[in-house]
C-alpha cells in the first residue's frame, strides 16, 4: 500500500478551447487561427470527414460511420444518416442539437443532405453528400 500524498491528485478534464489552427483546405495549407463559430465549422467538416474506428491516433468518439449507408432503400438510408450524423456530431461538447435534415436524391447512388448544427457558438447550416 503506497502512502496518500496530496502531490499526486488526478487532474479533472478541462474544458477544450476553441482556438485552433485554420485549415486552408483549397491550398492545402494552414493560415492563422480559427475560434468561435469559424472553428465550430472546421470541427463539423472535419468530424464528418474522418471515418470512425479507422485511425488510431483519434478516439473512437471522433469521426463518423457515413461509408456504406446508403443501398436499395432510401427512406432507411436517410434515418440512419441522420442517427450517424447527429451521433458524430454531439460527441462534441460545444454541440448542443443538429436537426433541420432535409434530403435531396441527387443521383442514382448520392443524397445531398442539409442540415443545422446548434452550438454554444450560434447556429450552423451545413451540406454533405452522401453516396455508396
Not at 47 to 74: H, K, M, N, P, Q
Amino acid at each position: 500500500m503506497t502512502p496518500y500524498s496530496a502531490e499526486y491528485e488526478t487532474e479533472t478534464a478541462r474544458e477544450q478551447t476553441t482556438r485552433t489552427y485554420r485549415a486552408d483546405f483549397a491550398r492545402g495549407r494552414i493560415s492563422g487561427y480559427a475560434d468561435g463559430i469559424s472553428a465550430m465549422e472546421q470541427a463539423v467538416l472535419l468530424i464528418l470527414s474522418t471515418a470512425r474506428f479507422r485511425y488510431v491516433v483519434y478516439s473512437w468518439d471522433y469521426g463518423s460511420e457515413l461509408g456504406g449507408v446508403l443501398g436499395d432503400d432510401f427512406q432507411l438510408a436517410e434515418s440512419e444518416i441522420k442517427r450517424l450524423v447527429r451521433e458524430a456530431l454531439t460527441q462534441d461538447e460545444r454541440v448542443t442539437d443538429v436537426d433541420g435534415f432535409v434530403f435531396t436524391r441527387t443521383a442514382r447512388n448520392t443524397l445531398n443532405v442539409s442540415f443545422t448544427v446548434r452550438t454554444i457558438f450560434g447556429e450552423l447550416n451545413e451540406t454533405l453528400e452522401v453516396g455508396t
